[in-house]
């Protein structure tokens, strides 16, 4: 194993927070039909609070809790009040939309913790057991394990519980959905509230994992959509599938010296070579449909 | 109908303004350049000699996204990275060649079509969203590259990257400060001709019919897959002259210049400057250099200015697709016009 394994399992561990962003993503994506590109921001602002928590010496769950309620807060504050005001409007301008809560998220962030190296550390960093001779923190075994969780967890919420068959309801026709009496705002409610718990969990061990550092944190969006992409925004099975193999390629590189300081690119390349086979039988559309 | 009645069945994003020419739009398109050209750098310390220089280069590379966005409404996020190939070239041609830094411009911006070019082609099929990730995809990409590879400055080899730096000199007709932002502003007029000399011809026409609608324009007989591409094409070209032109006044450059934020950014200002009309595009040039700089003057933390644009996006967004300049032009023409009611 040697430096295979550990880069192996570094790259499992930022690969489960690339699909674990990507889920959040597609999940809202599917019932809303909104991109979210302040996905990023939203965890960047939940880790930045956990980080001034920890250095204020408050207990470590208040810093989780406030993290995640704070990115899930955000989520649905925008859900809730800009993102009704473009429910019409085509899919690329509801994605440009979000990027302008980006940006004032990023920009209160950056006014409040300028540019400065930081660690954010959770208890979970001193935990860790051996597999196959490698040390695992905690940490990435949680960042793992809840990927692998959340995905089953909201597979089956869609499959089995009635809010899930309004998701999926709302995916496939939004407009005959909202004639058969669906609430429409009701049910995006939850997606956006899925997708803030998730931005402000990975957004939490991003923070950990690579560092806390707002413009970084908001950036991870695009690997984000790079694992997204791989599941062409529907499929959750295949954005986590993405997410990963984005995060080992990502890593492995490492151990290939020429293209070494180039290996942060992957996720991009793969990204855009999919959507690239996605459209190869595509023909100039008559009908709208993006 | 009015102006604002198409803008509502286009689902908000404003068409085409009419292509009649009104008296004094030209007059304040004139007066504009003449203080631009003339008067301006006459009153402005080193600093902000600078800074509005680039916001000049930076105007001429909103150019190309503004005239994706409104005639073709397409949203390319990798402006700022075309900009980077511009300055790339521009650099690797005057290190190996020594040749005037015009030609090498040329020849940067040339590239940057090229690049532009490749980066588009999926739009022939994609549009939308996937075309915006695509190029958003390309902006990440770039900023990893060229971050590995760095700008050419004196080094050997084909990236000819080096420890120590040789800048490249300015421009004959920029050797001062004052001198090179007159030289900018006079190559911004030229690329805004080169974009109106094709929205009135036959490009531009065409990309009202795809505008419109893909089939209709090819019911028409018009090559949508070569219009969309000329489109891209002719953004990068501007984005080149810009990276070629933002070269030349610093004489290196520095892969930080080219993140992929900084084209999310730049796109962002090009809606909330207004795409439609070409006010908006020297608006969103000084939003982008102009605007922190002055922030950080009257003492507001420049990070700041990201919540004033990510506001300025949503409600342009919302509720005035036409930007700034849209609405400044609404005020002029309500003071000129009192008769019309808007």
């Given at each position: 194993m040697g430096a295979y394994g550990i880069f192996l399992v570094a790259g499992l561990a930022v690969g489960a927070i690339y699909a674990l962003s990507g889920i959040g993503l597609v999940v809202l994506y599917r019932s809303t039909g909104i991109l979210n590109l302040a996905y990023g921001a939203l965890g960047a602002m939940g880790a930045m609070v956990a980080w001034q928590l920890e250095q204020w010496n408050y207990p470590e769950p208040a810093a989780w809790a406030a993290a995640i309620l704070l990115a899930t807060a955000l989520s649905l504050a925008y859900g809730l009040l800009a993102a009704p005001l473009l429910a019409y409007r085509e899919p690329v301008v509801k994605a440009v939309a979000t990027l302008g809560y980006a940006l004032i998220i990023l920009g209160i962030a950056n006014y409040f913790w300028v540019e400065a190296p930081r660690r954010l550390s959770l208890f979970t960093d001193q935990m860790g057991f051996s597999l196959l001779g490698l040390r695992i923190t905690g940490t990435r075994a949680l960042a793992f394990l809840a990927t692998l969780a959340a995905t089953f967890g909201i597979a089956v919420f869609l499959k089995w519980t009635r809010v899930g068959l309004l998701m999926r309801a709302l995916a496939d026709r939004r407009d005959l959905s909202s004639m058969l009496g669906v609430s429409v705002l009701r049910v995006e409610t939850f997606a956006w509230l899925f997708s803030g718990i998730l931005a402000g969990f990975s957004g939490l061990m991003f923070g950990d994992l690579v560092r806390p550092n707002p413009a970084a944190l908001t950036f991870l969006v695009i690997p984000a959509i790079a694992a997204a992409i791989v599941g062409r925004l529907q499929s959750l099975p295949m954005t986590l599938a993405g997410g990963l193999l984005l995060g080992v390629i990502e890593s492995m590189t490492t151990l290939i010296k020429p293209i070494a300081p180039y290996r942060t690119a992957a996720p991009f390349i793969v990204a855009a070579l999919i959507l690239l086979w996605l459209q190869r039988k595509r023909r100039l559309t008559f009908v709208g449909n993006d | 109908m009015t102006d604002d009645a198409l803008r509502d069945k286009n689902g908000g994003m404003a068409v085409a303004p009419s292509f009649r020419l009104q008296r004094w739009r030209v007059l304040v398109a004139v007066v504009a350049v003449a203080l631009a050209i003339v008067i301006v750098p006459l009153f402005l310390n080193a600093l902000w000699l600078r800074i509005l220089i680039s916001s000049v280069i930076f105007t001429i590379a909103a150019t190309g996204t503004a005239v994706l966005y409104a005639r073709l409404g397409l949203v390319s996020l990798a402006q700022v990275a075309l900009v980077g190939v511009g300055g790339w070239v521009t650099l690797r041609m005057w290190h190996a060649t020594g040749l005037p830094f015009e030609i090498n411009a040329l020849v940067g911006a040339f590239a940057a079509g090229v690049v532009g070019t490749l980066i588009g082609l999926p739009a022939l099929r994609m549009r939308g969203l996937y075309l915006a990730l695509i190029t958003l995809m390309a902006a990440a990409g770039f900023q990893i590259l060229v971050t590995g590879t760095q700008f050419p400055n004196g080094g050997t080899g084909v990236l000819g990257a080096a420890v120590n730096s040789v800048f490249m000199p300015r421009p004959f007709l920029g050797r001062s400060d004052t001198a090179m932002l007159r030289y900018v502003c006079v190559i911004a007029v030229l690329a805004y001709a080169l974009i109106e000399a094709n929205r009135r011809g036959h490009s531009g026409r065409a990309w009202a019919l795809i505008r419109k609608s893909e089939a209709c324009a090819m019911a028409a007989g018009v090559n949508v897959a070569f219009y969309k591409a000329w489109g891209f094409a002719l953004s990068g070209f501007v984005a080149g002259l810009a990276g070629g032109l933002l070269a030349g006044t610093i004489g290196v450059l520095d892969a930080?210049?080219?993140?992929?934020s900084e084209s999310v950014l730049l796109f962002a200002l090009t809606v909330v400057g207004g795409a439609y009309n070409w006010i908006g595009q020297i608006m969103t040039g000084l939003l982008f250099r102009a605007a922190p700089a002055f922030l950080n003057d009257i003492g507001v933390d420049g990070n700041l200015a990201y919540v004033i644009f990510g506001a300025g996006l949503l409600h342009a967004i919302i509720t005035a697709p036409n930007g700034i300049a849209g609405q400044m032009l609404d005020l002029v023409a309500r003071w000129t016009s009192p008769s019309v009611k808007r």
């Open positions: - | 930080t210049t080219f993140p992929a």
